[in-house]
């Protein structure tokens, strides 16, 4: 997923995705969860740390 489909499907613009991946700025909350939840949709999972470390993976 690019940047550019990220923020569509987050309903941001793609200069807050940007800023969000490169640490720019602190993006609002409510933009984090737009972003987790468009990437969730689009089948990622995040994987909460549980002695090994946080993750995210593909589902199957």
């Given amino acids: ?3 550019t489909e ?3 499907a987050a309903s941001l613009g793609q ?3 940007i800023d969000f ?3 720019r700025r602190e993006v ?3 933009a984090k969860e737009a ?4 990437l969730e949709t689009a089948g990622v999972e995040f994987i909460a740390e549980n002695g ?3 993750g995210v993976r593909l589902r199957k």
Avoid: D, P
């Fill in 1 to 3: 997923m690019t940047q």
């Fill in 52 to 54: 090994g470390g946080a």
């Fill in 28 to 30: 609002s909350e409510n």
């Fill in 35 to 38: 972003i987790r939840t468009a």
């Fill in 21 to 23: 991946e490169k640490e």
């Fill in 15 to 17: 200069s807050t995705v």
């Fill in 6 to 8: 990220l923020a569509k």
